[in-house]
């Protein structure tokens, strides 16, 4: 399984951004797909997640304003990131695997992208 990612940049606060990752090789062994990210330091954390049933998870801080869909048989996810903070900077990883309790449930899958680094100035 290969995690295609991109549409990070630079947004000043208040604007948007729309993240995509796109799923190949072997899309069977995916059952979960989600966007984690990095801010400065080790860790990444659970920004939002979703299942092949449609089940999704968003971390409290960012509810109501990123809506995570898929299109394309499934096969490409999106972030749709609005209403931008700075504390929204980092770099954001595309993550998924077989199981979707790993995704969703903030312990990452088994499955990572390449970051893209997203910079929301004050």
């Known amino acids: 399984v290969q995690l295609q990612a991109s549409g990070g940049g630079l947004v000043q606060a208040g604007g948007s951004l729309r993240l995509s990752c796109v799923v190949s090789?072997?899309?069977?062994?995916?059952?979960?797909i989600g966007w984690y990210r990095q801010p400065p330091g080790p860790s990444r954390f659970l920004v939002a997640a979703?299942?092949?049933?449609?089940?999704?998870n968003y971390a409290e801080a960012v509810k109501g304003r990123f809506t995570i869909s898929r299109e394309n048989g499934g096969n490409t996810v999106y972030l749709q990131m609005d209403s931008l903070k700075p504390e929204d900077t980092a770099v954001y990883y595309c993550n998924a695997d077989i199981n979707p309790a790993r995704v969703l449930g903030g312990q990452g899958g088994g499955y990572w992208g390449q970051g893209t680094l997203v910079t929301v100035s004050s």
């Open positions: 090789g072997s899309p069977s062994r995916v059952a979960a």
């Open positions: 979703i299942s092949n049933d449609g089940v999704t």
